[in-house]
Antibody
Framework: EVQLVESGGGLVQPGGSLRLSCAAS????????MNWVRQAPGKGLVWVSH????????NYADSVKGRFTISRDNAKNTLYLQMNSLGPDDTAVYYC??????????WGQGTLVTVSS | DVVMTQSPLSLPVTLGQPASISCRSS???????????LNWFQQRPGQSPRRLIY???NRDSGVPDRFSASGSGTDFTLKISRVEAEDVGVYYC?????????FGQGTKVEVK
């Protein structure tokens, strides 16, 4: 069974940093593209970032480009999102998702990031 | 960016009756490889999203056959043949043909 378990969320002050992790199991992690998708409280889904299988290619939404960095450790079956210069608009539940048979075929439970002073 | 526009945004339904959600994209979703990367997701209250449909009309494993989807180019539709109580939630269309990947605003399905 595919499992994606996010961690690392929490309360951070504006301008601060946070690193999210997503532990993957139940599939060959190194064979799949991965993504982060976020959802602000009471709002819709927004794609944040994507990474290919070996980490050599990444994509970012304009809203996070230059501030967020996606990476992966295939030996540890873990996806990361380093988030810097956080602002209130970054407050959201962050989901780790897999590109399997098409986009976002599996989702984690999400981790909440709250940016507030 | 490709704008995905769903309608209606709120859909009160009667249990056992059909329901339909429309999704339109601001440009064609036909990829240069010939596929159309249009997906549908369900998010039940308090839960993570779950994909229901991929590449326009393919149901994911475990998705009841009362869910169907169709469309082409820029116009797409998700249909529920007979709404059940467990279908309550928000439904999103999403395109994966163009970067960045974009979602529709969501359609809230609730029981009348």
């Amino acid at each position: 069974e595919v499992q994606l378990v996010e961690s690392g969320g929490g309360l951070v002050q504006p301008g601060g940093s946070l690193r999210l992790s997503c532990a993957a199991s139940g599939f060959t992690f190194s064979s799949y593209w991965m993504n982060w998708v976020r959802q602000a409280p009471g709002k819709g889904l927004v794609w944040v970032s994507h990474i290919n299988t070996d980490g050599s290619s990444t994509n970012y939404a304009d809203s996070v480009k230059g501030r967020f960095t996606i990476s992966r450790d295939n030996a540890k079956n873990t996806l990361y999102l380093q988030m810097n210069s956080l602002g209130p608009d970054d407050t959201a539940v962050y989901y780790c998702t897999r590109d399997g048979s098409g986009e976002f075929d599996s989702w984690g439970q999400g981790t909440l990031v709250t940016v507030s002073s | 960016d490709v704008v995905m526009t769903q309608s209606p945004l709120s859909l009160p339904v009667t249990l056992g009756q059909p329901a339909s959600i429309s999704c339109r994209s601001s440009q064609s979703l036909v990829h240069i490889d010939g596929n159309t990367y249009l997906n549908w997701f369900q998010q039940r209250p308090g839960q993570s999203p779950r994909r229901l449909i991929y590449t326009v009309s393919n149901r994911d494993s475990g998705v009841p056959d009362r869910f169907s989807a169709s469309g082409s180019g820029t116009d797409f539709t998700l249909k529920i043949s007979r709404v059940e109580a467990e279908d309550v939630g928000v439904y999103y269309c999403m395109q994966g043909t163009h970067w960045p990947r974009t979602f529709g605003q969501g359609t809230k399905v609730e029981v009348k």
